[in-house]
């Protein structure tokens, strides 16, 4: 489903050439890796080797350079056509920690194999099981002992730690009581998985309601070199703030384009399906839920763009990024929910894809930040409003 633009699409040749890769991967080949909760292996390699995933790194590294709207579109085509990004959409931006605040050595060793995939960094350890939402709290610590990191501790809800060599961790490097403002302490490392995998560090999968291939992590002593700490100790968390922004309005695009999906999905279907004796489509109660879920889609959707013009300009979009993400996850879940009631029973069908994008979709609500926090961030940085927690 094309949609109006406000200006030219310069990314139209990209989605064109995304449309027919994604074609090779129909909904047979999601609804078997739902059910086994197996990884897109194959579907991974193609965007990789189409150089997808590397669109954001500059060239002079080996990637495209191409600007965040450039990868939003790609993701956004991903979930319009059926498939799901989320097993690799982070291999796009986790590296932007790096870009933005690694050293010229760690740049130089990373970036353009990360480019072109022979190393996958897709792996964020932020969230733990006792901090949840309130990321300063986190306990994983790091011991600096001579020229590496001693590492203990755990994390939850790190997805694709299985599909990927290398993780950005955030751990604390400074015990919250010792430092004057509990965002300071926190330190930003690259881990390599394959060294220490069986050697200190330990990755079990989460089983969820969708296919997300999410872990949890343990931390026993494991060793990290002094060299993979990215930027200054104890900046961390500034760092990682850096990155959500892109990483909010790429999830959003992704929003987009599921409630494309479910939204041409359930146009098709309603035009065709004869109740009564005519189109159900005919029936303002079935028109009105779609039209409703599109008018909000497009809304979104131009806050998308906004957001994207704004970090393209090298402003920092966290209004618009934090909006974008919460009206285009509100927006696909609509969709959704429209599009299965359109279809009646066959929506809970497995072989319509209808109840499986209904359940990846809905995580964006939650995941990486969920509606709550957007709202109170909108409270009080936008209308300076008494911070609430
Ligand atoms: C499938 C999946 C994949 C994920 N992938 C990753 C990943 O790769 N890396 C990673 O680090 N994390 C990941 N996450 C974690 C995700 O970012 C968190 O689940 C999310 O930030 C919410 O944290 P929480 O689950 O601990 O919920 P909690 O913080 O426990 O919050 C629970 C509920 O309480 C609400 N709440 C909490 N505090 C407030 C408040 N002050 N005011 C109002 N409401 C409040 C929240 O909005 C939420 O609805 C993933 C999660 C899932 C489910």
């Not at 790429?250 to 384009?257: K, M, Y």
């Not at 999905?265 to 005919?282: C, L, M, N, T, W």
Request: proline share 4%; with cysteine.
């Amino acid at each position: 489903m094309d949609t109006p633009a406000p200006f030219a699409d310069p990314h139209a040749e990209i989605r064109e050439e995304v449309r027919k890769l994604c074609a090779r991967f129909p909904g047979e080949y999601w609804r078997k890796l739902d059910q086994e909760r197996g990884y897109p292996t194959e579907f991974v390699r193609a965007l990789t080797e189409g150089g997808y995933l590397g669109v954001l790194i500059p060239e002079e590294y080996g990637g495209a350079g191409l600007p965040l709207s450039a990868a939003a579109a790609i993701l956004e085509t991903v979930q319009a056509e059926g498939c799901n990004g989320a097993a690799c959409h982070a291999q796009m931006y986790i590296m932007g920690t790096i870009l933005r605040h690694g050293t010229d050595a760690q740049k130089q060793t990373y970036l353009p194999t990360i480019a072109v995939g022979e190393l996958r960094l897709q792996a964020f350890g932020v969230t733990e099981p006792t901090s949840g939402t309130d990321t300063t709290s986190l306990r994983t610590f790091a011991k600096k002992e001579g020229d590496h990191y001693v590492v203990n501790g755990q994390k939850v809800w790190t997805s694709r730690a299985e599909h990927s060599d290398l993780m950005l961790l955030l751990a604390r490097t400074t015990l919250r009581d010792q430092t004057a403002k509990r965002t300071e302490g926190l330190s930003t490392f690259i881990v390599d998985m394959r060294a220490s995998l069986g050697k200190g560090l330990t990755i079990r999968p989460i089983r969820t309601m969708m296919n997300h291939n999410s872990t949890e992590v343990f931390f026993d002593n494991m060793i990290v070199p002094a060299e993979n700490l990215v930027g200054v100790e104890g900046r961390g968390f500034r760092y990682i703030l850096d990155g959500m922004n892109a990483e909010r309005l790429l999830i959003a695009a992704e929003c987009i384009g599921d409630a494309k999906w479910f939204l041409k999905k359930a146009s098709d279907y309603a035009r065709e399906r004869r109740v009564f004796g005519r189109p159900i489509g005919q029936n303002q109660g079935i028109q009105f839920p779609l039209a409703q879920a599109y008018a909000r889609m497009r809304a979104a959707e131009l806050m998308v763009r906004d957001g994207c013009a704004k970090f393209e300009a090298g402003q920092t979009p966290g209004e618009e990024a934090n909006m974008a993400k919460m009206l285009a996850a509100e927006a696909s879940w609509a969709a959704g929910e429209a599009c299965i009631q359109t279809h009646g029973g066959f929506g809970f069908a497995e072989e319509y894809d209808i109840e499986r994008k209904f359940r990846e979709t809905r995580l964006y609500q939650v995941a990486p930040i969920s509606t709550n926090l957007i709202l109170s961030y909108i409270a009080e940085h936008v209308l300076g409003l008494p911070r609430s927690y």
